[in-house]
């Protein structure tokens, strides 16, 4: 695939932009996203899509949290699928016109195209939340337990066809599977779970709050501890005194920088006293 970061950049934008204006447009409210980049089908195919986790409102100009109805049975999302369908093919389409020059013909097919948007009903919890997020955020194209046969005349894998929802075997080639596998071989130092609006960083402090205001206690994070009192709780040894005498003070006198030629010996100074071996 060519221009792939910029193809997976807009993905995501395209996504969060479009999520973000139905926000504001629906329930006058900023929401969040955590989005999960995946670029493959059960056949190693090329399917780049977002798997994406939207809390069920969000916070209003006032800082307070929005909550918007949906239905138990899982019939009525947060948005409206087939709305979310079209702004998002509108926003991508001319957002890939300034990535890549289209002809007039392909950009009307696109536009003809019926574009999905998969939503599933609601979590039961937090629980529900990780597990989901956990089976998609350290997966790769093909797990081991799928191979079954590695062999001159190829590689046998099992994969499941959801146009009959049956599990079917494939023999590809070596080379034809290497192919497929290095498709999805991402680029360099690219981030492919990010956080959007209250799930940001940015946004932390709003989140904190609105946690507090809901009853949830969020642990504190340990305080670090300097590499000093590590020492002298564990390994039994004071950095700071002077391992001749055992009783002077080790004083900093110097850092040395890196590129900088350190001197003859290592340089001690205990309570005014300066040696170098």
Known sequence: MSHPVE?????????WNT????SFTRFKAETGMVA???TWGQNLSLHPHLHCVVP???M???????????????????FEVKSLSRVFRGKFIAGLQKIIPLQKELIR???????VVYSKEPFAGPDQVVEYLGRYTHKVAISNHRIIKIADDGVSFRWRDYRDNREKIMQLSGTEFLRRFCQHILPARFVRIRHYGLLS??????????????????PQRPEKKNWKEICRKHLNYDPDLCPHCGNGKMITIERLLPGRSPPVGPLMINEGYLKIN
């Open 7 to 15: 193809l997976y950049n807009l993905l995501f934008s395209c996504c």
């Open 19 to 22: 999520l973000s204006q139905f």
């Open 36 to 38: 999960v980049l995946h």
């Open 56 to 58: 069920g409102g969000g």
């Open 60 to 78: 209003d100009y006032k800082s307070k949290w929005k909550q918007v109805p949906v239905s138990a049975n899982g019939k009525v999302f947060l």
């Open 109 to 115: 097919s696109l536009y003809k195209t019926d574009w």
């Open 201 to 218: 960083t940015s946004h932390r402090k709003d989140l904190r709050l609105l946690q507090s205001s809901f009853g949830i206690i969020v």
